[in-house]
């Protein structure tokens, strides 16, 4: 096999050209990729560090050799549900197949955001040239079929040293890392800022209604329709919605709602009751973009739900992203849930350890994302079928 030196090039320059490659992948050797062909699989995260690791990152890195227990990371580009997912998979799964964990720069990143985490190893820190120094192999290649995750099982133990396992584009492998919560939940730590934020909204919210428990409903819509699509999938709609509160109004009595979406609007206009508030997380986020000495500084936000948050700069950089770091931490704090599509909200629901609700047969052929939530075998989470609704 050729060196990989010359059967690649930096993405760097694979980037500027990328809309000429072939739509075929090929295997090149015993499941090797090329650079090309692995930024193909990996879709929206390149194997790029260059622009967007300090330089302090990589210090400390060195080659890896080929004695070298094999490294599994993943280079997926996406949201903040996108990227827990990456790290809870790549977390659980490196220890059961006997590989070495290691996160990208941008994961740590962004989940730093959120969180307290722990020292962690980050990819160009632990490896000084992980896009063209080492073999990459996709998980598939080196592991087999997902349903060999729990048992560790090893198809290529030849990978097993000196290569970079790669796991596909946006790993989701709940009925792997289901088995690990309790332990992920501690390195998944709120910062406190956003614990104080939540804690905050929910008190309030408790102290206006009355009720002692609350009830997060997350409903996504905007931008996974179109992917629901690709499933022969539909969005649920009020009936879901309404049927999955009225049995948490039954089985609690002493209950409040409390709304997340990215969707406010239609959240507003379709789910409208006496027990039911939204988050005042984007009136927040609008709030902080005005000048300190602005007269509207002193509106009310969200029927002062927030009345005791006075200082806007308590929560720093959480008020970026548009805030979907303050939203999570609203679905965390929750006793239970209501849940709709995507990792986002499924992440509300592991995190706060409450008991929820998913819809279930919205779709011709079952996403992934889905399949896996079924696999795991959760026994917090309920799955209501949307056509006996």
């Known amino acids: 096999m050729e060196p990989i030196e010359t ?117 160009e820190s632990q490896i000084c040239d992980p896009c063209t120094g080492l073999h990459h192999v996709h998980l598939d290649e080196y592991n087999g079929s997902p349903a060999d995750f729990h048992r560790g099982h090893l198809i290529h133990t030849e990978f097993h040293r000196g290569h970079l396992i790669h796991t596909e584009a946006y790993p989701n492998y709940v009925e792997v890392y289901s088995a690990d919560l309790e332990e992920l939940r501690k390195i998944l730590k709120l910062k406190s800022e956003a614990k104080n934020y939540a804690n905050t909204v929910h008190s309030n919210i408790k102290r206006k209604s009355g009720k002692s428990n609350t009830v997060c409903v997350h409903i996504r819509r905007k931008d996974y329709q179109s992917y629901l699509a690709g499933f022969g999938g539909r969005s649920v709609g009020v009936a879901y919605l309404n049927r999955a509160m009225q049995i948490w109004r039954r089985q609690l009595g002493d209950v409040v709602f409390l709304v997340v979406s990215d969707d406010l609007d239609w959240s507003r206009k379709k789910l409208v009751d006496d027990d039911i508030y939204y988050s005042p997380t984007p009136s927040l986020v609008e709030k902080s973009k005005l000048p300190r ?36 931490a609203l679905l965390a704090a929750c006793n239970h849930s209501i ?40 026994s917090n989470w309920t799955f209501l079928d949307v056509n006996e609704i």
């Not at 000429?20 to 995260?45: F, K």
């Not at 936000?301 to 979907?324: C, F, K, P, Q």
Request: hydrophobic content about 35%.
């Open 293 to 328: 000495d602005s007269v509207a500084e002193n509106i009310a936000i969200e029927d002062d739900i927030l009345h005791s948050i006075e200082d806007r700069l308590e929560l720093g950089d959480l008020l970026g992203n548009n805030g979907a770091e303050l939203d999570l």
């Open 7 to 123: 059967r690649s090039k930096c993405v760097k320059n694979f980037l500027s050209s990328k809309e000429n490659l072939s739509p075929e992948i090929e295997m090149t050797g015993r499941g090797d990729w090329t650079l090309s062909q692995l930024h193909h699989n990996l879709g929206s995260g390149p194997c790029d560090f260059d622009e967007e690791t300090p330089a302090h990152v990589r210090t400390m890195c060195k080659p890896m050799g080929a004695t070298n227990t094999s490294v599994l990371a993943n280079f997926n580009n996406g949201r903040l549900g996108n990227q827990i997912s990456s790290f809870a998979s790549v977390f659980s799964l490196s220890r059961r197949l006997g590989l070495q964990a290691a996160y990208p720069y941008r994961t740590v990143r962004l989940l730093q955001q959120l969180f307290d985490l722990p020292p962690l190893q980050i990819l």
């Open 339 to 378: 849940n709709t599509f995507g990792t986002f909200g499924m992440w509300g629901a592991l995190l706060s350890a409450g008991e929820s609700i998913f819809p279930d047969n919205f779709y011709e052929n079952e996403p992934p994302d889905h399949r896996r939530m079924k696999l795991a075998k959760n």
